[in-house]
């Protein structure tokens, strides 16, 4: 599966901003998809994911309360909203997909990514 995020851009502290991964050569439903972040000179870590049919999701402590994830199968696109962003969720955000059922939050579990987009909150 190919997966393209999109979406990223610059927002002030405490404003909101969605990012999108569009699926393409698969289907998109045999997935588990999940976002993760990498901030300069951090690793990449998780943030969220959410089940094949959308009806479980599990975040990151970070980010809980704050940010949703979602899926629209029929689209091939997941989602992720934020809100109430804090500068420290500046960062490279990143879709991933798993061909498998259980919700995973290591990115060694993931063999498919996206290219990143970049989302700045500014203090």
């Known amino acids: 599966v190919q997966l393209q995020a999109s979406g990223g851009g610059l927002v002030q502290a405490g404003g909101s901003l969605s990012v999108s991964c569009a699926a393409s050569g698969r289907t998109f439903s045999n997935y588990v998809m999940a976002w993760f972040r990498q901030a300069p000179g951090k690793e990449r870590e998780f943030v969220a994911v959410?089940?094949?049919?959308?009806?479980?999701?599990f975040y990151a402590d970070s980010v809980k309360g704050r940010f949703t994830i979602s899926r629209n199968n029929a689209k091939n696109t997941a989602y992720l909203q934020m809100s109430s962003l804090k500068p420290e969720d500046t960062a490279v955000y990143y879709c991933?997909?798993?061909?498998?059922?259980?919700?995973?939050?290591?990115?060694?579990?993931?063999?498919?990514w996206g290219q990143g987009t970049q989302v700045t909150v500014s203090s």
């Open positions: 991933a997909a798993d061909f498998g059922y259980v919700l995973r939050y290591t990115v060694e579990s993931y063999d498919y």
């Open positions: 959410i089940s094949r049919g959308g009806g479980s999701t």
